[in-house]
């Protein structure tokens, strides 16, 4: 896939100011805390890995936006600038790992024991 190459300067403004105090958020979340999961209500896949983090006894901490009702647009926001398309987005140690699915299986490798280590 090729990247966008360029972006008028005005265009690149209004992306940068979409939502800007939920990036705000969860950037410093993700700066601040080891595991960060940014999910949505209703979402299976959001639950599944805060009781996969709950019952390792991994602190973490869960930011939700809306669900699929509401929310669209932070949530739109946030993906724009993680570049992952799904949620939950899983944070280690300041990286994007993945979603559920990535989670579970750093888990069950006992690689995430490993990065929350170093």
């Given at each position: ?38 999910g949505m209500a209703w979402n299976p896949f959001c639950s599944k890995a805060v009781k996969l983090l ?65």
């Amino acid at each position: 896939m090729s990247a966008l190459v360029k972006i008028h300067p005005k265009a690149q403004s209004a992306r940068e100011a979409f939502h800007s105090s939920v990036i705000s958020e969860v950037s410093a979340a993700v700066e601040k805390e080891a595991v960060v999961v940014v999910g949505m209500a209703w979402n299976p896949f959001c639950s599944k890995a805060v009781k996969l983090l709950t019952e390792k006894g991994i602190a973490h901490r869960y930011l939700e936006y809306g669900n699929y009702l509401s929310g669209w647009k932070p949530r739109l926001a946030i993906k724009m600038w993680s570049g992952w398309p799904t949620f939950p987005q899983v944070f280690v140690k300041g990286a994007l790992i993945g979603g559920f699915n990535d989670l579970k299986a750093l888990a069950d490798s006992g690689e995430l024991a490993t990065l929350l280590k170093g």
